[in-house]
């Protein structure tokens, strides 16, 4: 969606009332106002929260009493006393670790339903008995609520009576070893939303034309060179749309690792997980808040990255 | 339009007025073992004595979990829950939003409790919460693989606890491959917390912060306490045991998958029930010393009435019927849930239903409280830092000595500019 208001501004009112105003600029200006309820609405339900996080983010406060806050301004980020004690939160290794483990979690998990999404994709896209019903049961792991499926994983995994716990490794415990438990979140979330990243991959291979294909196959290319010189770059577009998506979802985890780990060990596995632990458990507001404008930053950060490096466009 | 209004105003009046006072009243339970089904039948009698109702909403398991919930309900000055369950960590850290039960309640009512938890309850002269039930840190061992396996009593000390735990682990590994020695809570949370204080104080490595605020944890008991529980995982314990919480812990030691199982008072009527395979078989003791004799965590859960409840009259009535002598007995009876008033460790009925709580009574009287009063609002992240610390000598990640040594720079760190 593109407004063109600020590159054309409407003129002044008073001056061209006798004329009538450009075509572009009368949309431009229905735009506006069939967008205005939806603008405040999100000034008030996103906006307003966004700027109690930024406000109390350079406050001291308790979570039971917010009206007793007081201002410090960065030091809720860094912080050393007089006694050469570090109490801003980018001084906590606990925050790195938590930073650590979450960029981990993005880039396999990602990468690895990018891949299997792709495969599924290209298989449901081709003509078989059974597909419609098979483009529907794909879904169903990402229709499962993440905090049912993530306990159902955690039940599988345990080393005592679990399906894989017990079963397949004869009685490991995944998730109780920190540097294996990591993988074991890989795998659910690998499980989980591999099938939404198919879809969406789907969707983008059924706007490809299948006259092209015909020429292709007609030139004598094989299927791998068609997959490679054709698919792949048309595909893009659409892949790199389904990629910003699942990045950004995937900075923002936290219901796996809350459910599977506990909290305590959930804050330093993933950045959100930190910041629950910090803002609720610890009802330290203020710190909470700055922890959330951190990731608010490290994942606008990211954004524009992306955006930029791969020249997406949402339009 | 005036006499819409005025009829509908009059109508309720009516409505009102003919039901006496009869309220509702939202009760917060947790939902451990059987605790939901005993606080729903015992908000029921009292609902049914008063002609008043009662709404039971069902907290989430862990304690860590039902502390967040509450918190933001607090702060928002919700009026949805009139009474709300508390442990017995929390009233240093949620004082201000109880009403103060001093004077509302009868002296000689709030003197029939343990001293020791009153005082728990009461932050800064204000009694914020009446004691519902003490919990105290409790071994259970199989009385028969005891006997199968030539042992005549339960253990003394840890070091005795490894020896059998492993001697019978071995012995029945050959018939069941899930067999574990050794079950607790080793799950990085509050309960590892509970845990691990107990193998502190038993190996005389004090409290992590004394009661003047001091830290203390930083000493070679404590380092040795902590390489000891490491020393039991995947020896006498499951590798997973650091990701049991009680129930997991229960869950195994009652499906007679386990030999010994530190646990709370409320495990031992489950246990006996139809359903569990241990049924008859299981004793209580205290908890294994260090060398500093034994040592059990005082846990716990009081009620409390929240300060913006509409009903309060009815809500501490409520409060004072849940924790009345009648009351606890039942759930004594039934739960195996520790009364807060001594004279009940002499009662028949509950020696006949619990026949450890009158040997076991110096364990309840003497337990150790956990460092929630000298370290305030802080005390949640005390407790996160030491159950992290542990758990990382636990998974190997670190020794002892190394562990208490970080854990104080930490400790440091969030005392910061004080407790």
Known sequence: MTINAPAKPPAAPPASRKRSPGIEASRARTAIILLLPTLIAIVLVAGFPLYRTIFFSAQEANLTTPGQATFIGLENFWFTTAEGI???????????????????????????????????????????????FLRTAMLIPWAIPTVVSAQMWAYMYNDSFGLIGQGLLGGQALLADPSKAIWALIAVDVWKTTSFMALLILAGLQSLPGDMYEAADMDG????????????????????VALVFRSLDALRVFDIMYVMLGANVAASTSMTGYARQQLIDNQLLGTGSAVSVAIFIIIMAIVVVYVTAFRVKFD | ?????????????????????????????????????????????????????????????????????????????????DVYQLDIIWPGLLSQHFVDLKGKIPAAEVNAH?????????VDGKLVAMPWFTDAGLLYYRTDLLKKYGYSAAPKTWTELATMAKKIQDGEKKANSTFAGFVFQGKNYEGLTCDALEWLVSFGGGTIVDDSGKITINNANAAKAMDTAASWVKSISPAGVTTYGEEEARGIFQSGNAAFMRNWPYAWALGQSDDSKVKGKIGVAPLPSGGNGNAATLGGWNLGVSMYSKNQAAAIDLVRYLTSAEEQKIRAVEGAYNPTRPALYKDQAVLKANPFFGSLLDVFTSAVARPSGPTKLKYNQVSQAFAGAVSDVMAGKTKGEAAVKKLETDLARIKGRGW
Request: charge should be positive.
């Open chain 2, 1 to 81: 339009m005036k006499k819409a209004i005025a009829l509908v105003t009059l109508t309720a009046a009516i409505a009102a007025s003919s039901q006496a006072d009869a309220v509702q009243v939202t009760l917060a339970c947790g939902t451990v073992g059987q605790e939901l089904q005993l606080c729903k039948d015992g908000a029921a009698r009292w609902a049914k004595k008063t002609g008043n109702t009662v709404k039971v909403f069902e907290s989430p398991n862990l304690t860590n979990d039902r502390l967040g919930l509450y918190q933001q309900q607090l702060a928002a000055k919700s009026d949805a829950i």
């Open chain 1, 221 to 240: 290319a094989s299927k791998w060179t068609q997959f490679w010189r054709m698919t792949l770059p048309l595909l893009r577009p659409a892949l790199l």
């Open chain 1, 86 to 132: 570090g109490l801003g939160f980018l001084q906590d290794p606990q925050w790195w670790t938590a930073v650590r483990n979450t960029l981990i979690f993005t880039v396999f998990s990602v990468f690895l339903e990018t891949v299997f999404g792709m495969i599924i994709a290209l298989v449901v896209n081709s003509a078989f008995a059974g597909r419609s």
């Open chain 2, 114 to 122: 343990f001293k020791s938890i009153i005082a728990a309850d009461t």
